[in-house]
């Protein structure tokens, strides 16, 4: 089985199948060829070494091969591309999500998949909030950077349960998080930057500032007390 790799744990094979179908079926093959394979759609499979989500089959060799037996069935050999999903451990995934909590980030994944993200695997930066009736886990070093029911975030495998299809997911490395952020234009990312480098810079000023003008004004009281010493020194 040959395979061709897809971002965000899709992957294309080129496969050589035999399925074994009852002499029932012997009247109209094709149909169930495709009854056959219709029949694993969503659901791992170990010899694919993944969920299948799609295929394109055709009969390589239109001979049988029966096997013997009380009810004989035949095997018919294909040629077939399967899509399938395959999340491993440090893979990125995104996905939508549909449910927030105070402890945890809910995702569905290719609408059929779903992850959960608890708060031990989601970076300090995000702090849960509700804000005008909606809750957001939203970013401290970047405003724009939220997370909320709908938004499509990108996060890293930790888990994958095969039986019911479920994701554990991790949200600290920083390549994670809202993709509209995380994909957002160079730009738009460079002014964010020189904006807060900018606002740093005008506050230092105005820290300057302030101890430029204690410091005067430490100097101006000296100036003030001295002269007066001076002033009540002299002869009237």
């Given at each position: 089985m040959e395979e061709s790799g897809m971002e965000l744990g899709l992957k294309v094979s080129d496969a050589e199948l035999v399925l074994y179908l009852h002499p029932s079926k012997s009247k109209n093959v094709t149909h169930a060829i495709f009854d056959e394979l219709s029949s694993m759609l969503f659901k791992f499979n170990e010899t694919f070494d993944g969920v299948l989500l799609a295929y394109s089959a055709f009969t390589k060799d239109e001979s049988a091969k029966i096997l013997p037996g009380l009810n004989p069935y035949f095997g018919v050999k294909l040629q077939a591309q399967l899509l399938l999903f395959y999340p491993k451990p440090d893979m990125l995934l995104e996905g939508k999500v549909v449910k927030l909590g105070e402890h945890s980030i809910h995702v569905v994944v290719l609408g059929f998949s779903s992850a959960t993200i608890i708060d031990e695997d989601i970076r300090e930066e995000f702090s849960y909030k509700v804000k005008h009736g909606k809750e957001v886990f939203a970013s401290s070093l970047n405003r724009r950077h939220k997370i909320e029911i709908g938004t499509i975030v990108r996060f890293v495998v930790k888990s994958f349960d095969e039986e019911i299809l479920h994701?554990?997911?991790?949200?600290?490395?920083?390549?994670?998080?809202?993709?509209?952020?995380?994909?957002?234009?160079?730009?738009?990312?460079?002014?964010?930057?020189?904006?807060?480098?900018?606002?740093?810079?005008?506050?230092?000023?105005?820290?300057?500032?302030?101890?430029?003008?204690?410091?005067?004004?430490?100097?101006?009281?000296?100036?003030?007390?001295?002269?007066?010493?001076?002033?009540?020194?002299?002869?009237r």
């Open positions: 994701i554990s997911g991790s949200l600290v490395p920083p390549n994670t998080g809202s993709v509209s952020w995380l994909d957002k234009p160079l730009e738009e990312a460079d002014t964010t930057t020189s904006t807060i480098k900018k606002r740093k810079e005008h506050n230092m000023e105005n820290d300057n500032v302030s101890l430029y003008n204690d410091s005067v004004s430490l100097k101006s009281d000296k100036q003030i007390k001295k002269s007066k010493k001076h002033s009540s020194g002299k002869p």
